[in-house]
């Protein structure tokens, strides 16, 4: 499969191409789904789940299946009350403010705590002809989550939390890097055939702060999966830290748009795959632009260890005749 020999590597037939956030949003139906269901019942309903991750595989011709589900279900686990508020996001009913409040965090057991993904995943190997991407949150974007109560354009409350309370801090990231390791082995074992770690906020730390308060948490996750599947890493806005992040230990290095594809090769050099990096509001455009756009993102690596992909999620008004598009012209295309 395409995608799993570009992950490790080697040279698959074309360019690889699947989208972040393809599995809904943009999607006529699973905005039907949507009328009569939230995301959490989504994502806890094998089903559901499993048709939602389905469909932008039928409609698109994508290389690869990304499980529909979100980074904050595993933390009900941990005894974390969380909503997931429409046009607002997470929301975390008593936040992390303390060291007595870690008190409060649970054994993660993925059996018992999340078997709804776990069956989704076992469901959908029985219906893919694509391999299957499962994922998690990386600990700094969970703990934002958890100590500021719900998203945040600064992050003010738990970077003043890392700073002020270094041990306490530790200590939650080190219960957050156990909770997604072992998460991520019990999607492995359910049958993914690749991880990517999303750490959607580490762009808003330095690469001091990131080295010092996130990187070992980060470590510990991917290097525990080391010799088990292809793992990806990626962050939004981390321009700064892509060296960080990609010696953490992955194999895919996960570009946003802000970078081009070449810059980073040369900063990264030719031992980790990169994957990326159109801007997904090119996709809100003329096919003029989008083709423009695309060309550019695939001659600079002449499509070697490349995955093509978007620099972030797909957006909602995007028209999936485009995304579409897209995607035989990235199979199309040749160096």
Not at 133 to 146: D, Q, R, V
């Amino acid at each position: 499969m395409r995608f799993l020999t570009a992950c490790r590597g080697e040279a698959p037939d074309v360019v690889p191409i699947w989208f972040m956030r393809q599995a809904g949003r943009s999607l006529p139906e699973y905005r039907k789904l949507r009328e009569d269901h939230d995301i959490l019942t989504l994502c806890r309903t094998p089903d559901l789940a499993t048709e939602v991750t389905l469909q932008p595989v039928r409609r698109l011709g994508v290389d690869a299946a990304i499980l529909f589900s979100d980074i904050v279900v595993p933390l009900v686990g941990l005894g974390i009350e969380v909503e997931i508020k429409p046009k607002v996001g997470p929301v975390i009913a008593e936040p992390i403010r303390s060291v007595g409040d870690l008190e409060r965090l649970a054994t993660f057991e993925p059996e018992a705590d999340v078997p709804f993904v776990l069956e989704t995943i076992r469901l959908l190997k029985g219906e893919l002809d694509v391999p299957l991407i499962g994922f998690a949150g990386a600990p700094f974007t969970l703990a934002s989550y958890l100590v500021e109560g719900g998203p945040s354009k600064d992050h003010r409350v738990a970077k003043s939390f890392m700073y002020a309370e270094p041990e306490a801090w530790q200590k939650l990231m080190d219960r957050l890097a156990e909770m997604t390791l072992v998460y991520l082995r019990a999607q492995i074992d359910a049958g993914v055939d690749a991880i990517q770690l999303f750490d959607s906020w580490a762009g808003h730390l330095s690469p001091v702060d990131y080295e010092r308060y996130v990187l070992p948490a980060s470590e510990a996750i991917l290097r525990g999966l080391d010799g088990t599947v292809p793992r990806i890493h990626f962050g939004v806005g981390t321009a700064q830290l892509l060296e960080l992040m990609a010696g953490a230990g992955t194999d895919v290095m996960g570009i946003d748009w802000r970078v081009p594809l070449d810059a980073a090769r040369t900063r990264l050099g030719d031992d980790v795959v990169l994957q990326g990096n159109l801007d997904p509001v090119a996709c809100l455009a003329s096919w003029d632009v989008i083709e423009e756009k695309a060309d550019d993102v695939l001659k600079r690596l002449g499509g070697t260890r490349h995955i093509f992909n978007l620099g972030h999620g797909v957006l909602p008004e995007t028209d999936p005749d485009n995304l579409k598009r897209l995607v035989e012209y990235v199979h199309e295309w040749t160096p």
